[in-house]
């Protein structure tokens, strides 16, 4: 009988600590969300009652600018996040077919219909360029979002832009 009793604890024991891993598994899971740590700053005094999100570490660098000279939104934090929001939006089609009649090589490296990531390379195959351009809808008009084409970045930087876009949340009355 004893026996069966310690048999009985030991595997009370053994569950709970079991669930006790499982549930410390679940809440790291929950704090190392890709996300967790980005901060959201507010384009509404910018003309847009939209927030984007990014990286605790370089919140501090976020500069945005309204350039109403070309009628766009300028986001940019540090030397690798700079990038546009414009109110004039061509077709991705007709973008395609510009990128491909100029003098550089286009290679697309993901292709969608509202988004499209490219590497644009001189005809030698010197220099690589990386790029995005991102369709989105606010209000329902269409924008479009593209890394600043002055300036060279990385795959790498080009997709934290790209995810820093993906956390557009329109939020209607914002405070500041």
Same mark, same amino acid.
């Not at 979002?145 to 060279?152: F, I, K, M, S």
């Given at each position: ?24 598994l ?6 190392k969300?890709?996300?967790a ?29 309204r350039?109403d000279n ?9 030397e ?19 990128l ?7 290679e697309?490296?993901?292709?969608h219909?509202d988004?499209?990531?490219y590497k644009?390379? &001189?005809?030698?195959? $010197?220099? !690589? ?5 991102k =369709? @989105?809808?606010?209000?329902? *008009? ?7 084409? &002055?300036?060279e970045? $990385?795959e !790498?930087?080009?997709?934290l832009?790209? =995810? @820093?876009?993906?956390?557009? *949340? ?7």
């Amino acid at each position: 009988m004893n026996k069966i009793i310690s048999i009985v604890i030991l595997l009370f024991v053994v569950s709970c600590d079991q669930f006790e891993q499982e549930q410390n598994l679940a809440e790291s899971k929950e704090e190392k969300s890709p996300r967790a740590d980005w901060v959201e700053h507010s384009l509404q005094p910018f003309g847009m009652e939209v927030v984007l999100k990014v990286p605790e570490a370089v919140s501090d660098d976020v500069e945005i600018r309204r350039n109403d000279n070309f009628g766009r939104i300028e986001f940019s934090a540090g030397e690798s996040i700079d990038f546009i929001i414009s109110g004039e939006h061509e077709p991705f089609s007709a973008r395609k077919r510009n990128l491909e009649s100029g003098i550089f090589s286009i290679e697309y490296v993901e292709d969608h219909p509202d988004f499209i990531l490219y590497k644009a390379m &001189l005809p030698d195959g $010197s220099s !690589e360029y990386f790029n995005f351009v991102k =369709e @989105i809808n606010y209000k329902g *008009e269409l924008h479009a979002v593209e890394n600043n084409p &002055l300036a060279e970045f $990385s795959e !790498e930087e080009i997709r934290l832009m790209a =995810e @820093i876009v993906e956390t557009f *949340e329109v939020k209607e009355q914002l405070s500041d």
